[in-house]
């Protein structure tokens, strides 16, 4: 027997009107309300359109990760649409530009958080599930920590991910192997789990036996807050850009990885810890972890950048000695990504210094594409 | 000493245009770009002011949480603002609509999750801290679980609130006392910690000593989960809000409270139970929490809606015998919310049947405003 039906008076006009009074305003004046558009579409051969009913706008750019800038076409609607060609599988970035301020999507709820350009986000899906899809495998569990910190002088987060089976039992006999796990510039702590999707790939390669369990810590990279204020300024400022680097490293040695030592199971060996980030976490990676082979046996830097190119002044003690130390140091970069040059006379400079880095190039640019793949890479080569 | 001073051709701009390639694609051609605008302003009287660039737009409204849509006005730099008289000090949800188009404000990267209705959110800060603020006080963890849902069929999520202190060790003779705590309809699993704030209602709440140290369960609330596709259609769907209700409570109770039960250490006992939601999840509490009072002994309903008024067909078995089962059985609204006849309805129909209901009335309309007090009244009151 069904609910007895029920008068619009009652049900459900009088909820949603209410649930939903903040953004449908308008509800009561249907008339007003242009219909929803379908955004983005994904046609079955991957090629996607993308639609924003702008009647006034002036030009309407598309701006998708990995692409350029495109300009998008006006029908007699008001509604700007763009159709790509087919594109490789994979998650995707977006967002619109109308009269150049920045646009999200209406139609599409799916975002990435950003503290500077949020974005949509959307899946074009394969024929077969690539490593960030939700899989009907084990999962691991992601903890979502709060502290003060002292070193920062603020309350801030970080974030654990714990692999299936996780046996958090003081009697076991288990000690876990970390990677601690860096974000780029204008990302928030939740950017590797959120976007970078590191808890699907890691509960995929672990249900594949391509990954020993490991735990994943997912900090807050900001040393210095002030780097990532309203925009992109702080990050020109030499001196805080400095600082920033310390002031994480600093909190990273001394406040997280004893912190995460005394909440979960995991090993106090340095074989046991690896340090791995993306852009300028990259470049926290390398600062942090080529400095200090007494703490990280494994490094991983993707697409780094915010150092600059004076190596000795940066890494004073690093030399041939860390070869015996290091079991990986993997730097990757996108061929396509402007920071390859960094990259390459980085790793020029190691070898000038007897120093053995597995240098990786990859198709691509600055993009989530590249780092999702850098990171199901480089964790399957941890702890071995 | 500082790291020496770079050229833009290394840094910082080689490092921004590929860091922020998607949204800052016109980052090298900044004569294009106009500059970012403040919004929203929150002046010292608490007044605040919201801007948004849209010179091509006819029509601009600000759609801000608890308050009608007003219209807003434009420049001759096709800048559009409106500013509020002073506010309450609380946390705001808001958004713009563009010509009958909901739009984001470009300016403030602070979002509310929310399936059909994504918002902005700002926060008007007073002279003491809010009940939801961040204080310096102990933190509990909040953990994000993935899984396979038998009943309803999907791969899906919850959240667990874990109080400062949590003893996970099994030897431990603490058994925590565990609310599940329910979202609205449109909402996603986040909603009641990333909007409701809850871990830090309770984190302040129990340094304060003003709540007991608990567990809260933070699950999807879709049992059918076409209710919430893409437009609120599904929620008019009366055979559809009907199995979502039911679907919801079966997995509730065969799927969600068996795996919490053996994931942490909480009570089994009834009267260390309690369920407790908003809106369609305040319905989804009745309709649960009522018809097993051998599950829940505490029942807090904030908003509720969506069920009929047909409530002995509902809550059939529903008499004066739950008073002796049931601890606290708090039904809470909004006077200003067209939802409040219904509440008032249900428990005038509880008093017919004998069953006492705490009546709660307070001011505001279908906010997360009132949701955030309701849930920090209701839970200073549990498990005493």
Redesign the interface.
């Known amino acids: 027997?069904?609910?007895?039906?029920?008068t619009s008076k009652?049900?459900?006009h009088?909820?949603?009107?209410?649930?939903?009074?903040?953004?449908?305003?308008?509800f009561g004046q249907q008339q007003?309300?242009?219909a929803?558009l379908v955004s983005p579409e994904v046609h079955p051969d991957r090629s996607v359109t993308f639609r924003l009913?702008?009647?006034?706008?002036?030009e309407v750019?598309l701006?998708?990760?990995?692409?350029?800038?495109v300009d998008m076409k006006k029908d007699d609607q008001?509604v700007w649409s763009f159709t790509t060609p087919p594109l490789e599988p994979d998650l995707y970035?977006?967002?619109f530009?109308?009269?150049?301020?920045?646009?999200?999507d209406?139609?599409n709820?799916n975002?990435k958080?950003?503290?500077?350009?949020?974005?949509n986000v959307f899946q074009v899906a394969g024929s077969s599930a690539l490593p960030w899809e939700?899989q009907?495998v084990p999962?691991?569990?992601?903890?979502?920590?709060?502290?003060?910190s002292e070193i920062v002088g603020d309350?801030r987060d970080y974030y654990v991910y714990t692999p299936p089976g996780y046996d958090?039992?003081?009697?076991s006999r288990t000690l876990y192997p970390t990677l601690y796990l860096l974000h780029?510039?204008?990302d928030d702590a939740s950017g590797w789990s959120a976007v970078g999707k590191a808890?699907l790939i890691l509960?995929n390669l672990i249900a594949q036996g391509k990954a020993k369990p490991m735990l994943i810590v997912m900090t807050l990279g900001y040393g210095a807050p002030a780097i990532v204020a309203?925009?992109?300024a702080g990050?020109?400022d030499?001196?805080l850009?400095?600082r920033n680097l310390d002031k994480f490293r600093e909190s990273l040695l001394s406040e997280i990885i004893p912190m995460i030592q005394s909440q979960y199971r995991v090993s106090k060996q340095r074989v046991d810890r690896a340090i791995a980030g993306l852009?300028?976490g990259g470049a926290e990676t390398l600062y942090t972890g080529l400095n200090h082979p007494e703490t990280f046996a494994w490094i991983g830097a993707f697409?780094s950048?915010?150092?600059?190119?004076?190596f000795a002044?940066?890494f004073p003690a690093v030399d041939s000695r860390v070869n015996s130390q290091l079991k990986l140091l993997w730097i990757a970069c996108g061929k396509d990504?402007?920071?390859i040059?960094?990259n390459r006379h980085m790793i020029g400079w190691l070898k000038t210094q007897g120093v053995n880095a597995v240098p990786v190039e990859t198709p691509g640019?600055?993009?989530w594409m590249v780092w999702r793949r850098n990171l199901a890479d480089f964790s399957a080569q941890l702890f071995r």
């Open positions: 027997m069904l609910a007895r039906v029920v009652h049900l459900p009088c909820l949603l009107s209410g649930a939903l009074l903040a953004g449908f305003a308008a007003a309300v242009p929803p009913r702008a009647p006034g706008a002036q750019k701006n998708l990760e990995g692409s350029q800038a008001g970035g977006y967002g530009s109308e009269d150049g301020v920045p646009r999200l209406p139609n709820s975002f958080p950003n503290l500077l350009n949020p974005q939700v009907d999962h691991g569990v992601i903890h979502h920590h709060f502290y003060h309350q958090a039992n003081p009697g780029g510039y204008s808890h509960d309203r925009n992109t990050f020109r030499n001196d850009r400095q852009s300028m697409s950048g915010g150092l600059t190119e004076d002044k940066q990504d402007r920071l040059d960094w640019t600055h993009t």
